[in-house]
């Protein structure tokens, strides 16, 4: 069944820890979204990719990286989390034919950075 | 550039009532349109979106939504609240760029009450 994935589903971890969030996708989609989502809050798009070996900034500065070295497989990192980080965090995946793009999301990952 | 508008962070309704929740977009372009749930603890799943084919778009689960040009309007409507419709709502607009990227509302969540 065609899906897109994200582990972990929830993270608790220390100030200066370096964390990877996993987003995978199983549709064959180009384009892949990493969105923060404070609670109560609007989405803010933080990175996103079209391809292999392409990623952007989104709209939202973010100190995290991301890395698209498979088109199935963009996790984004954090290299020295802080309690800032603590956030929910949204992978989504676009493409396919026509013109309109339907975002399809992941369940996200919940970060508590203490 | 698009923004988007939903009025109302809480909508309070009660089980069988007409549900209305809205959302004003401001757009350059012929935009497209869309409507997302959130259930809690979980990811955005699509609801219906808005691709110019007809103004009045059907979604899942009962849902449907009327576009309106002079109004710069996309609200979501169901004839009968359900228990099971309380979540977050998220209107979103296209950029109708290659992105693919969408820029959200602030949510409106939805309590039904027995």
Known sequence: EADIYQTPRYLVIGTGKKITLEC???????KMYWYQQDPGMELH????????????KGDLSSESTVSRIRTEHFPLTLESARPSHTSQYLCASSGGQGVIETQYFGPGTRLLVL | A????????HVSVSEGALVLLRCNYSSSVPPYLFWYVQYPNQGLQLLLKYTSAATLVKGINGFEAEFKKSET???LTKP?????????YFCA???????????????????VKP
């Open chain 2, 80 to 88: 009968s609240a359900h228990m099971s419709d309380a979540a977050e």
């Open chain 2, 93 to 111: 607009v296209s950029d109708r760029s290659n992105t693919g990227k969408l820029i959200f509302g602030q949510g409106t969540t939805l309590q």
């Open chain 2, 2 to 9: 698009q923004s988007v508008t939903q009025l109302g962070s």
């Open chain 2, 73 to 75: 309007s996309f609200h």
């Open chain 1, 24 to 30: 995978s996708q199983t549709m064959g989609h180009d």
């Open chain 1, 45 to 56: 798009l933080i990175h996103y990719s079209y391809g292999v070996n392409s990623t952007e």
